[in-house]
């Protein structure tokens, strides 16, 4: 049974409905414009306070991190402690998003863990020190932390909230195969294609693109047949790769095409989850 004090926070999947770089800075990131939004999928966070700290974890990809002796979930829990103090804490993570695959699992377990800590000991989430702990763990930690679609400049840190596509049936699905994000940012041609648009979100996502998908194609070539058999389902609003890859995401007009999708698309070696953005 649970302890009474546990909270559980949600660490949803983010996905880039566009993702538009624009220019390597001097300090080695790229300046970004992406559309950032969530899904109802994702990890849990189980956080309560205890005598000693611990960290576990469960769930379908527990085994991929177990070998890395860091996580972004204790050095969340770290830096909570050393600007907000609080004391020791049993961290549980249920991993069920892959990793390293666009859609930033580490990101959001990090800022779940932020969450959580914050709803423990009365920490306002607007508190810009909290802020600060997410923009130094991850160039996604701050939008995973509003948790909200919006719109994400500089390296995502800079958050305007955008209304539109609650509740769109999506499915994304993974090839199997992890992709480096440093990797792919190295690889992208350094031409600037333009920002992104205004106005309605499906239709400023329809015509924006993601900058990362050729390189990550290139370094993931398996990426090539996701992205065609999503493109290819009836009731298709929108398929793209998210982040620098490897999953990829299709809109749906309907549950019942997002179903018929997913039906269709499953291999031994394909990741998918039918899901809904938030
Ligand atoms: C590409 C995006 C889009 O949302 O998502 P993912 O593919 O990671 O999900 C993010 O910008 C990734 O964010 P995150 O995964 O937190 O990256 P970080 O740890 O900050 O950076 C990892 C490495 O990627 C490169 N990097 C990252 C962000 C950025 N704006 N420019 C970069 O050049 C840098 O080489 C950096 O050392
Ligand atoms: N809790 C975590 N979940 C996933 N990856 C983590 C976590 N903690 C640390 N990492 C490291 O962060 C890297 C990026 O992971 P992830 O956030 O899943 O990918 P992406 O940034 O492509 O969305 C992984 O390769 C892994 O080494």
Known sequence: MHDLRTVTEPARAKLNLALHVRHRRPDGYHELETLFAFVDHGDLVRVTPAETDSFTLAGPFAAVLAGEGDNLVTRAATRFREAFGGGAHAIELEKHLPVASGIGGGSADAAATLRALAALHGVDLADPKLFAIADALGSDVPACLLGRTALGRGRGERLAPLEGLAGTPTLLVNPGVGVSTAAVFKAW??????????????AVAQVGRNDLEPPARAIAPAIDAVLAALAAQPGVLLARMSGSGATCFALFETEAARD????TLRRPEWWLAA???C
């Open 275 to 277: 899901t809904r953005l």
């Open 260 to 263: 018929a999708a997913a039906a």
């Open 189 to 202: 041609d350094g031409e600037d294609r333009g920002p992104i648009g205004a106005g309605d979100l499906l």
